[in-house]
C-alpha cells in the first residue's frame, strides 16, 4: 500500500505539555511529521493518517547535542495549538 509523509510546521508562543513526553516543551517552532497512508478503492485519492511525530528540539535550538524524532498524538498536538493561539489571543 503506499504511503506517504506530510511535514508541517507547529508555532508556540508559550511552553506547552504533550502526553508522553517529559516535563514542558518551550516557546518554539517545531517540525512536524504526518504519516499517512493511501485508502484503497475511494473514487478520488483519500489518504488515512497513520502516525504523527515531533522533531525535538525545537528548531531555533543552536546545535543541539542531540535531536530525536518522537510520535505523539495528533489530536492532543491540535489541543495545545488551539490552546496556545487561545491564551495568545
Given at each position: 500500500?503506499?504511503?506517504?509523509?506530510?511535514?508541517?510546521?507547529?508555532?508556540?508562543?508559550?511552553?506547552?505539555?504533550?502526553?508522553?513526553l517529559?516535563?514542558?516543551?518551550?516557546t518554539?517552532?517545531?517540525?512536524?511529521?504526518?504519516?499517512?497512508?493511501?485508502?484503497?478503492?475511494m473514487?478520488?485519492?483519500?489518504?488515512?493518517?497513520?502516525?504523527?511525530?515531533?522533531?525535538?528540539?525545537?528548531?531555533?535550538?543552536?546545535?543541539?547535542?542531540?535531536?530525536?524524532?518522537?510520535?505523539?498524538?495528533?489530536?492532543?498536538?491540535?489541543?495545545?495549538?488551539?490552546?496556545?493561539?487561545?491564551?495568545?489571543?
Amino acid at each position: 500500500m503506499p504511503d506517504r509523509t506530510t511535514h508541517s510546521i507547529a508555532h508556540f508562543t508559550a511552553p506547552f505539555v504533550l502526553g508522553g513526553l517529559e516535563g514542558q516543551l518551550p516557546t518554539g517552532d517545531y517540525d512536524i511529521d504526518h504519516d499517512e497512508e493511501l485508502i484503497e478503492g475511494m473514487s478520488r485519492l483519500a489518504w488515512r493518517r497513520v502516525a504523527t511525530f515531533i522533531h525535538l528540539p525545537a528548531r531555533a535550538a543552536k546545535n543541539p547535542p542531540t535531536s530525536q524524532l518522537v510520535a505523539i498524538d495528533y489530536l492532543e498536538l491540535e489541543t495545545a495549538l488551539k490552546r496556545d493561539r487561545e491564551n495568545a489571543a
